[in-house]
T-cell receptor, first 116, second 113 residues
């Protein structure tokens, strides 16, 4: 697609429920990133995919968080047993092939998750 | 490991005045540096980047930034701001051999008429 697409744009869920957040990167972008933006804070790195592999999962806050990527394209971030501290905007970004680390990221508009 | 410090959380400025948003980073290896902008209710957009070469980097919308290796700084400047520049600005750093970009906490720029 023309840009990075994230869905849903907003999600309100009850504490304890599971949620799935979806990211559809720009076609051909091999690198995909998930970040979390909490109110008044910067972007917190969660996970990085190169193709379907995730070389670094160290940013995931707890084992309630998991992510996968299939076909080198769409990625899903899953949060199990959501807690109120999970409330944040979850941002997905992708970057170009070749030297993806030098070209900066294209971000999606994010999913605003509210846990009540 | 890298870290980024944006020294001002909020910067109010009058329209047509100059502005500087400060960013300092910490890294033991060579880095790439970035500034991103987030307009209200929109996603982050890349404003400019420093990869190598000239230390003065020009970006979109009349912004520029200067890489100062000795001071480990990458301050963002614009000589004359517009109301439409009101947004949050994020400084970011990535080591040249890594894949993770570290972002600062952001600086909210308010441009007043």
């Amino acid at each position: 697609g023309a840009g990075v697409s994230q869905s849903p744009s907003n999600k309100v869920t009850e504490k304890g429920k599971d949620v799935e957040l979806r990211c559809d990167p720009i076609s051909g972008h091999t690198a995909l990133y998930w970040y979390r933006q909490s109110l008044g804070q910067g972007l917190e790195f969660l996970i990085y995919f190169q193709g379907n592999s995730a070389p670094d999962k160290s940013g995931l806050p707890s084992d309630r968080f998991s992510a996968e990527r299939t076909g080198g394209s769409v990625s899903t971030l899953t949060i199990q047993r959501t807690q109120q501290e999970d409330s944040a905007v979850y941002l997905c970004a992708s970057s170009t092939p070749g030297n993806p680390f030098a070209y900066g990221y294209t971000f999606g508009s994010g999913t605003r998750l509210t846990v009540v | 490991a890298q870290s980024v410090t944006q020294l001002d959380s909020q910067v109010p400025v009058f329209e047509e005045a100059p502005v500087e948003l400060r960013c300092n980073y910490s890294s033991s290896v060579s880095v790439y540096l970035f500034w991103y902008v987030q307009y209200p209710n929109q996603g982050l957009q890349l404003l400019l980047k420093y990869l190598s070469g000239s230390t003065l980097v020009k970006g979109i919308n009349g912004f520029e930034a200067e890489f100062n290796k000795s001071q480990t700084s990458f301050h963002l400047r614009k000589p004359s701001v517009h109301i439409s520049d009101t947004a949050e600005y994020f400084c970011a750093v990535k080591d040249t051999g890594g894949f993770k970009t570290i972002f600062g906490a952001g600086t909210r720029l308010f441009v007043k008429a």
